[in-house]
């Protein structure tokens, strides 16, 4: 049972404190050897300090460690909170039944064996699913590694893992148990603490978006970060994700971003691994940072767990090692942070204390002869200067400096500073063991600051935003409802150039100038209204390449020129084979050269929908250069995608063009998505040029090609 | 002095042994305070076992650590055969005086405050910079941190670094001191072991050239490690960089690849620190393996200094945990490695032993069962499969399992293989702490294994291939050696689009038909010689843009046409303020529609001659979507320019077309650098749009711009 998708709100996560919130716990599958599983997540549930009523149950032992053990969860006489399932797969439906029958109200399934494993274990899973969504009890699992709740009033830890959980504000949600432990054996050298931890293993149950809503709603957890293989509905994972985005920073990590990838993901989990360019569009539509790797991921939600946001991107670089501190600049200069110099005056206040040789730009580097005092001092001139938004301090261990010292130097001056002060300490194991870092976020090398300042910066950017809203224009639906039926009754999918562009123009995207010739004697008075130069094109809905049969003259500039071109296309439509029926030729208005992009709509190989745009040219299709969002697309979405656009930057001034009027192409972006979301057979559309103008009036589509779902 | 640059050939490097190899060393500054640089530098020598002669020089002391103190390097009574200078600024060239009298034969100069801090210092760094170039003595420094050599028999620590050097293959030459201690002090959790390493400091006389001729002739060391921020004769760099890297392996990170990173670069060593497009180039035509950052150039580094190269780009991955693996499997694959699924057959002999769960693809994942046993079986196993190159081991730790023992597994298995294996053993830092590892390379989080599996598989690659050549083809250089001249003679520097097609004809390139028409009688016979379609384009050296005046009319299908559109051109020329000087206009013949190639020359911001293609369009404009190579340019380079070029796959089929008729675009790249070559006065060429087709002889320029140093 989903909790999320089964209602519009997100209220009903509290069903979930049955899971994170038990009063008692029943470990159905201890086992007396202390390598058994169930064994584990007993001992780890006494050793961690657990403040509710445990108890262990196996019918084949009385005593496990000290406690007394139960034969079945009904001989316990009271019904536990919550159970965790560590039985063989042959018996966890019967357990589960009586778990249910007992008065359970939540499940942990540890157990492998299920959809994962094979056409067996898919159908117990099914009834498994079925069971507990009939009763109304949330189900984690089953396949997964168990979950965590370090709130010091509960001090629940339901894990298998060697390694305890370290108390702190990360919220860890896993598709992959196994990165979870991993993660969570963390512990050395990384001051990561975390608030719960959820494996979600096959999500028969609770899924990530249950847990996504609940670590959200969770008031000890400042940030949560997510190893995500694959998604369900993306309208909801929309809704949901975004909601959590607003409250609290979500840093994802995407498994199964390449082929091999996929096909791994979908061989451990079961589930069918999802990975497209419309999937990482939706995460950033959703308002999620996307961490590259395990290590960015940590270092990420490290950052948001420690430190203040930043107002700015403006990052001061205080250092006693000079390629190092050129390093660090480097990486925060590609991420998108900015370095300004110091002015005059700071300058002077810090060559007061700092060695001779000392250089003062940014970064400053004090060189080898750096002290802790000096550290302090510099880093509280840095985090005091109204230019500064975060500062990294790096530091190279000289002999005869104490980098603990000057840790601490740094954290000092951290703590009265409402700005993210990285520290990277490379090299610095055994100081950083000991952790007792809580004012600055920890790194080892310098560059490993950069991804987290930035993401730190963007996340703040974007809750500043207004939030972006879909607009609803008001556009002729019916008239493209009656086209669309009438295409259906009489079997045909794909619209023709005349049809596309008459849909389009129908839903207020400008089109260029044009009429339909049926007959040459339709000419003269065609390209009277359309005015040379004109274009000639065929219209029929068989020609899928127009350009290729001949079908389209541009830069016809007489009238004389005209009829020839004419002629000369109706012959060439003759010779070809098979021919198609041909409706008659557009006479298009020549449009003027400017800025071409490609605006469009797909449904994409995972059926998402999605709006896409990118600049004309051979180049930008064979980088596959496009931008995209899915469906519901606001007005922020399609200004951000046309920012994005790889070589946007066109759309400024550029080659003696003015600025493109944004405003207007934004706007087509959005009627198209009206256009779209209106008509879910629509499958494909494509305005292609779309040329975009400095001038609002000269923004038009130039071609247009619709199909519909077969 | 730098003994590279002054020599065709690197020979002189045995000079260098007087550095690296000493019988005796004097360390001239050294204190009784323990914490004084030239202290630590002491005590560093003779912690590490020197097997040399120590002498400590300092006037004011009799006696250090118990060993006697000379007043003087004069007072010693022989010469020691190096010095260590670490004495205030003031006196290191009065010091340095007399080393040399006593007959010194290398110096290591420590201190800093030269040309890094002020004028005064530029002017000492130069007095000593010639003082050592006049009496023949290597140089180091001044403002380093030393140098060590790990040979064994010899035991030469001379850097004040306080963590000792590890053993090892990789030799370090840094152009940052700081990383180099940075470096040097990862010792933890890292199996890093070090040859040779030197502090570059200034490099007043010692160069990162000459440092690296002598790290490749050195027989301990089996891979470089190069800090680089900023480099001296491209063509010098060139020939040595290659020559090492035909040898062994040099990874190299660039510090100084953003704007704040190139100003702090300069400040801290007092180079103008360097970096542009083709400075990378010239990196990578050298054979160097660049790495992103600090953490990849180590592991690279270990990669080389452990591994047997791989044969191919094919990875296995085995694994106990989901996640990681796909993780992994993810980043392989974006660093263009191929994940080759498992045979049936090598599939079930996998299944015999491992646990039923087991996912038995590529990743092979054991699962949390897996155990040493089976990781070792299944290591062998995959290591003898055909279609093995490497092998990526990747642990998680579940309960119960020894990461030790997983980890001798995998060494055990790779003893025997002659192929790389890299382990992931995350949160293992106890385990790599004992460093015990040699057969595999270590990493932390199992995406990092990635960019060194790729770098070494390109080394491989690279060592494979044959020599690049620089060809020489029969060109009537004469011909342009005259346009040339006289150019300069009448005071012109920009060549107009007749006289730079000839320049570049002369060069053997093809170019599109054409005729120079003075008169309007001559059209009729230009075009006769031409064919219709043709395009006009006005011919002056003083119109920079032909395009924006109207001085180009395309697609002129008739002799009317011809006629109109030359004299319309001509009215707007006339029209034209000031009006430049025009000699005709060229009649070309219209170049089928193909794939737009800009192929041109230019000397860079540094200097730095450099080839460049890229495709036409606004895209790669705005994407500075351009390759490039510092000349002199060989067969193979140009081969892989067109290789690497973004949007590279439009060269191939592409949208109906045939494949681009390569050798062909490519002996026109290699004819363009010859005339860059042989006319060092040409400062930049264009030939834009080269049209790039199947047919080798429809690969032509269309147009043609040639500018000399003004």
């Known amino acids: 049972m989903s909790l999320v998708a089964s209602s519009s709100s997100v209220t009903n996560v509290t069903l979930l404190d049955h899971l994170f919130r038990p009063r008692s716990v029943a470990v159905v599958g201890a086992s007396t050897s202390r390598e058994g599983v169930g ?43 919550l159970a965790v399932v560590v039985v063989p797969r042959a018996v966890v439906l019967p357990v589960v039944e009586e778990c249910i029958a007992c008065g ?12 994962e494993l094979d056409r067996e274990g898919a159908a117990l899973e099914e009834q498994l699913r079925g069971r507990a969504a009939e009763a109304g009890v949330p189900l984690l699992g089953p396949n997964c590694m168990g979950l965590f709740n370090t709130d010091p009033s509960l001090r629940l830890n339901l894990t298998f893992s060697p390694v305890p959980p370290r108390p702190g504000h990360i919220a860890f949600l896993s598709q992959s148990g196994a990165l979870g432990a991993l993660v969570l054996s963390l512990t050395h050298g990384r001051p990561l603490g975390y608030s719960l931890f959820a494996s979600l293993g096959n999500e028969a149950g609770v899924t990530h978006l249950d847990a996504l809503a609940y670590a959200g709603a969770d008031e000890r957890t400042w940030v949560i970060a997510l190893y995500l293989e694959t998604f369900l509905r993306p309208e909801d994972f929309l809704r949901v994700a975004r909601g959590v985005a607003e409250v609290k920073p979500v840093v994802c990590l995407k498994g199964g971003r390449s082929e091999t990838g996929v096909r791994a993901a979908s061989s451990h989990t079961g589930a069918l691994a999802t990975f497209s360019r419309a999937f990482e569009a939706l995460l950033r539509q959703a ?32 250092t006693n090692a000079g390629g190092p501190g050129v390093l660090a600049a480097d990486l925060l200069e590609r991420h998108g942070l900015q370095l300004p110099q110091l002015a005059a005056e700071r300058q002077a206040q810090l060559r007061s204390f700092v060695a001779p040789r000392a250089s003062l730009g940014n970064p400053v580097d004090l060189t080898v002869e750096g002290t802790p005092a000096m550290y302090n001092s510099a880093a509280r001139l840095l985090l005091a200067d109204g230019a500064t938004d975060a500062l990294l301090a790096v530091f190279v261990q000289p002999p005869h400096v104490s980098g603990a010292d000057v840790l601490l130097a740094v954290e000092q001056a951290a703590g009265t500073a409402e700005r993210p002060v990285v520290a990277a300490f490379p090299a610095q194991e055994d100081l950083l063991r000991k952790s007792c870092v809580d004012k600055c976020v920890l790194v080892d090398f310098p560059e490993a600051a950069a991804p987290v300042l930035s993401a730190m910066a963007r996340y703040a950017e974007w809750r500043s935003l207004p939030r972006g809203r879909v607009p609803r224009f008001a556009v002729r639906q019916e008239q493209v409802a009656r086209l669309i039926e009438h295409l259906r009754r009489v079997g045909r999918h794909v619209l023709d150039v005349e049809e596309s562009l008459a849909v389009v123009r129908a839903y207020g995207i400008p089109v260029a100038r044009h009429v339909l010739v049926r007959e040459e004697r339709e000419l003269d008075a065609g390209a009277r209204r359309v005015g040379f130069p004109v274009a000639l094109k065929v219209v029929s809905a068989d020609v899928l390449h127009k350009t290729e049969v001949g079908g389209v003259v541009l830069g016809i500039r007489s009238q004389a020129e005209l009829e020839a071109a004419y002629r000369a296309l109706m012959r060439r439509l003759a010779a070809v084979r ?30 998402l929908p999605v709006v896409l745009a990118r600049l004309g040219g051979i180049l930008a299709e064979a980088l596959e250069a496009v931008v995209l969002r899915v469906l519901p697309v606001t007005d922020y979405d399609v200004r951000a995608m046309l920012a994005e656009m790889p070589g946007g930057r066109v759309l400024g001034a550029f080659r003696g063009w003015e600025p493109v009027a944004l405003p207007t192409v934004e706007e087509s972006l959005l009627r198209l998505a009206q256009l779209a979301s209106d008509f879910p057979m629509i499958s494909e559309v494509d305005l292609n040029p779309f040329m975009a103008s400095s001038h609002p009036a000269a923004c038009q589509a130039v071609d247009a090609r619709i199909v519909l779902a077969a």
């Not at 359970?104 to 959809?115: E, H, K, N, P, S």
């Not at 999620?288 to 700015?312: D, K, S, V, W, Y």
């Open 39 to 81: 064994r584990q997540i007993l001992d780890n549930l006494l050793d961690f300090g657990y403040s509710g009523r445990v108890f262990a149950v196996n019918p084949k032992v009385h005593e496990i460690g000290g406690l007394p053990c139960y034969p079945a969860v009904s001989a316990i006489g009271e019904a536990p909170e």
């Open 104 to 115: 359970v109200q939540g499940l942990v399934v540890i157990t492998a064996g299920f959809r």
């Open 287 to 318: 308002g999620m940072i996307l961490a590259e790797n395990t290590e960015e991921l940590l270092n990420i939600a490290q950052g948001f767990a420690q430190g203040p946001l930043p107002r700015g991107r403006r990052v001061r670089v205080l």
């Open 578 to 607: 098979p021919a198609g029926r041909v409706r008659g030729v557009l006479l298009q208005q020549m449009v003027p050269r400017d800025r071409e992009l490609i605006l469009g709509f797909r449904r994409d190989e995972q059926g």
